[in-house]
T-cell receptor, first 112, second 113 residues
Framework: AQSVTQPDIHITVSEGASLELRCNYSYGATPYLFWYVQSPGQGLQLLLKYFSGDTLVQGIKGFEAEFKRSQSSFNLRKPSVHWSDAAEYFCAVGAGNNDMRFGAGTRLTVKP | DAGVIQSPRHEVTEMGQEVTLRCKPISGHNSLFWYRQTMMRGLELLIYFNNNVPIDDSGMPEDRFSAKMPNASFSTLKIQPSEPRDSAVYFC???????????FGPGTRLLVL
């Protein structure tokens, strides 16, 4: 059965520091992989996605993620966090939109 | 483009009442999804439509929940009768096709007392 694990429920980083949010998945084949961000009171916005090809994916707002098949991971990174990045981040996997599973989310707090 | 539009943004109702949530997908998008988000269960897919036809409603929790898409620009999710455990944020999302990126609406925050 497919599943998504985001091990960190809550992360706090200082503004300007680097960020890595972890995502591990279990899936029978190579899945489609996504990272979404949700600001308070808002819907989910796609940051980036991986379908195939280059395993290092660039997204919006300076985010990137790397697909590592051997580790079943798709971690999200940003070299320098801004206060506006404070939000909840969701990793999702699936073979298509009707088959997507979302992780429980990681809440990011940014300290000034 | 206005994005996916959902109404109302907030709904407070009493147990036993009927609740109707509305969604207008992005123009030209052929697929529409309804999700429910709670602290306990996270984000769950309830039902999705392709070209106005329900394709998979296996996520609908029980018969009290129903969804319709009478045309390409409008969908409803109805709960009748509502119960306190239905309290959640309900999201609608649309996509140009089944294999492309989903665009989410702002959600409807439902509180059933």
């Amino acid at each position: 059965a497919q599943s998504v694990t985001q091990p960190d429920i809550h992360i706090t980083v200082s503004e300007g520091a680097s960020l890595e949010l972890r995502c591990n998945y279990s899936y029978g084949a190579t899945p489609y992989l996504f990272w979404y961000v949700q600001s308070p009171g808002q819907g989910l916005q796609l940051l980036l996605k991986y379908f195939s090809g280059d395993t290092l994916v660039q997204g919006i707002k300076g985010f990137e993620a790397e697909f590592k098949r051997s580790q079943s991971s798709f971690n999200l990174r940003k070299p320098s966090v801004h206060w506006s990045d404070a939000a909840e981040y969701f990793c999702a996997v699936g073979a298509g939109n009707n088959d997507m599973r979302f992780g429980a989310g990681t809440r990011l707090t940014v300290k000034p | 483009d206005a994005g996916v539009i959902q109404s109302p943004r907030h709904e407070v109702t009493e147990m036993g009442q009927e609740v109707t949530l509305r969604c207008k997908p992005i123009s030209g998008h052929n697929s529409l999804f309804w999700y429910r988000q709670t602290m306990m269960r996270g984000l769950e897919l309830l039902i999705y439509f392709n070209n106005n036809v329900p394709i998979d409603d296996s996520g609908m929790p029980e018969d009290r929940f129903s969804a319709k898409m009478p045309n390409a620009s409008f969908s409803t999710l109805k709960i009748q009768p509502s119960e306190p455990r239905d309290s959640a944020v309900y999201f609608c999302a649309s996509t140009p096709s089944e294999q492309e990126t989903q665009y989410f609406g702002p959600g409807t925050r439902l509180l059933v007392l």
